[in-house]
């Protein structure tokens, strides 16, 4: 018993001792005095790093989220060190590094007070060795040091390196530039010399392939665009590897000068492209839920180098509406897809899509993509339309030389659409039961469209920073095959920005407009500008104004069903609020405007994510009726996964539902006007979606 004792009260003894000597935890960190240098680029430059927000978080750090970083006594003293040199190489020789550490228990936080001082200034920039470039001052020209600037041995590697790209890629493969300086500390001022060693101009040589097994060396050099005879240019060899990737052949591509026989000093520059083949054969499967599509499932296969030359043949299918659709509708509707439940023209029938295509990379020149396509679908807009066709098309596709694809394309379809036969009536005065017959017969349909994608993002899935810009301009006309009720033209453009305001907050702005018109057509009730319901635009929904839901938001009709239809005292036709159904018609015009501010959680920031955003948005249709600007602000929540962020964004919506004409149907089929400005009750001012991937 006595030596049980002592034991303990040698543990009880040591238990202070250990906690005096554990080593503390880094809770805090934090620069003072920078103004040159940020926060970002002074800890990325030290070894001390502070724990993570879950770990710093006294309320709930003890639950034992979040990563502790353990303080280093030697690293600290070798930071004071390494921003002293960070500073003096960015410029500041006479900067001053003090700390101060409070440390609490096991828990340490550290300030670094930096004192940066007066910094060296660039008086002059001079060059010498480009006596053989043409153009030597637009070489020169918005280099990243300019005179005045702070002398920052960064700065000046960066220009040296933009000096040599621009050698590079005005014909000399063999260029270098070196920089020395000279600095007068008393005048706080230095003086800057690139000296630069061209070597002799070049031009491209011949092209050798080499790795290749099925596919055809001939067709690998054609996608080249380093064309032999043509000046030098360090450009046209990433271009090149750009259209080698494009083809989807190869795992690997790689183009550059045949170093075993080019030596500096010649003037032709011999190529040399190295691929490694990927797999002839690709198949495909996807499986998922939709709230406007209930259950869907997709399946394709592509074969690759198909019947050689670099040819892709890609087939691919899909299947939507499972659940609610004829003839795969097994009662979902009246559970987890209860909201297809009043959609009766989109979702009456399951929507699939067939596609065959061929696609030629290199055609003609090797920024050339041609693709060749036969498909068959049905597909749908919610509550407004159902359109099944067949057909074919060709397209296209250059990607110019600041990496824009630009595509021409031709499209002939024979099909139907299907739409609520109060949308007829409502906005192409077709009411009578022959000219909406009329307008839902199958016919021909051809298209001849334009468009363009400059893409400038960090991440499709989910930008924190670039841009998105999109035009396209199509035409349907008789002159190129359709009918005479398939005539129109349909602009339309989309741009989307994305701004860094710190670190971990985003700025995102979204633009969307386009207009489409119609000649005028004769039907027998009258003249009117037919444009066909799939090709209208409709707003509202996850994507564009979220106050809304989804295709609510413009001009709107109503249908009543016959049998709900009274007649009171007075000889009027009258019907409750409740079986008015509302039938979305779409507009010509649209515009479409979305702010959002992006920033993480308070808890858990690195997985979800937070948003406030200011959706507003027009449609109308362009008769003459005004447009009604709608400002819908909201919030919403984003969780971070593999296919992109899953978003929950809850919007207000102070506005009613749009006033609109009721319809119903006689013995006949004929529409009868019920009653003008007849106005829907909303049910509740917020509107829920849920969807994967941002906005915009």
Excluded at 148 to 157: A, L
Excluded at 269 to 279: F, T
Excluded at 624 to 629: F, Q, T
Aim: charged content about 20%; overall charge positive; glycine content about 10%.
């Amino acid at each position: 018993m006595r030596s049980i004792a002592v034991c303990l009260l040698l543990l009880a003894g040591a238990a202070p001792l250990a906690a005096q000597t554990q080593t503390p935890v880094v809770r805090g960190l934090k620069f003072e005095g920078n103004k040159a240098l940020d926060d970002l680029t002074l800890s990325a430059a030290i070894g001390t790093t502070n724990s993570s927000a879950f770990a710093r978080n006294g309320l709930v750090r003890w639950i034992g989220l979040g990563e502790e970083r353990l303080f280093n006594p030697t690293e600290f003293r070798r930071d004071v060190l390494r921003l002293q040199v960070l500073y003096r190489a960015s410029g500041f020789p006479d900067v001053q590094v003090d700390t101060v550490v409070v440390r609490d228990a096991d828990d340490i936080k550290v300030t670094f007070k930096i004192t940066e001082g007066e910094p060296i200034r660039v008086a002059a920039i001079r060059s010498e060795g480009l006596d053989s470039v043409a153009d030597p001052e637009r070489l020169m020209r918005d280099l990243p040091l300019d005179e005045g600037d702070i002398f920052s041995r960064f700065t000046i590697q960066a220009t040296r390196d933009t000096m040599v790209e621009r050698l590079w890629n005005v014909g000399f493969p063999t260029a270098d530039v070196s920089a020395v300086w000279t600095v007068d500390s008393a005048a706080r001022t230095a003086q800057v010399l690139f000296r630069a060693v061209p070597g002799r101009s070049a031009v491209f040589g011949p092209v050798s392939v080499t790795g290749m097994e099925d596919v055809d060396s001939a067709f690998i050099a054609s996608l080249v665009t380093a064309r032999p005879g043509r000046m030098y240019r360090r450009e046209a060899l990433f271009r090149s590897q750009r259209a080698l990737y494009g083809t989807d052949l190869f795992r690997f591509a790689s183009i550059g000068i045949d170093t075993t026989v080019f030596e500096p000093g010649d003037s032709i520059a011999p190529l040399r492209v190295n691929v490694l083949e990927g797999r002839a054969h690709r198949a495909r499967g996807s499986v998922g839920f939709a709230t406007n599509d209930c259950f869907r499932v997709g399946a394709g296969w592509t074969a690759r180098n198909f019947l050689g030359n670099g040819r892709v043949v890609d087939v691919s299918g899909r299947l939507s509406k499972i659940g609610v659709g004829e003839p795969l509708g097994f009662g979902a509707e009246e559970s987890i897809c209860s909201q297809l439940k009043e959609d009766t023209v989109g979702s009456r029938l399951a929507n699939y899509g067939l596609n065959v295509s061929l696609r030629r990379n290199g055609f003609l020149a090797p920024d050339n993509t041609l693709v060749l396509s036969l498909f068959s679908e049905r597909r749908s807009e919610f509550a407004v339309y159902l359109r099944e066709e067949i057909g074919a098309g060709i397209s296209l596709t250059r990607e110019t030389s600041r990496r824009i694809p630009v595509t021409l394309a031709y499209r002939i379809s024979y099909g139907i659409t299907q739409a609520n036969a109060a949308s007829f009536c409502g906005f192409f005065n077709a009411c009578l039961a022959s000219d909406i017959a009329q307008l839902r017969q199958r016919r021909v349909l051809t298209t001849l469209s334009l468009s363009a994608v400059r893409q400038r993002v960090n991440n499709i899935l989910d930008p924190t920073r670039g841009s998105l810009i999109s035009a396209e301009a199509t035409v349907s006309s008789r002159f190129l095959g359709s009918a005479r009720l398939q005539q129109f033209v349909r602009v339309v453009a989309d741009g989307a920005v994305f701004v860094p305001v710190t670190r971990r907050i985003v700025f995102a702005g979204h633009l969307r407009g386009g207009a489409v018109v119609a000649p005028s057509i004769d039907l027998a009730s009258g003249a009117t500008n037919f444009i066909p319901p799939e090709q209208r635009f409709y707003a509202g929904g996850a994507n564009d104004v979220r106050g809304y839901d989804r295709n609510e938001l413009g001009p709107v009709v109503y249908v009543v069903p016959r049998d709900s239809l009274r007649t009171d005292s007075l000889g009027g036709v009258t019907f409750p609020g409740s079986a008015a159904r509302i039938a979305a018609t779409g507009g010509n015009r649209v515009l479409i405007a979305n702010a959002e501010l992006r920033f993480p959680a308070p808890l858990l920031g690195d997985r979800f994510r937070l948003a406030a955003f200011v959706d507003a948005g027009a449609l109308w249709d362009g008769t003459g009726r005004p447009a009604s600007l709608r400002v819908t602000p909201g919030v919403g929540v984003r969780v971070a996964s593999p296919l992109g962020p899953l978003r929950l964004d809850v919007g207000y919506n102070p506005y009613q539902l749009e006033r609109g004409s009721v319809f119903s149907a006689d013995e006949n089929g004929d529409l009868l006007l019920v009653r003008e400005g007849f106005r829907a009750d909303r049910n509740g001012r917020y509107t829920f979606h849920f969807s994967v991937g941002q906005a915009f």
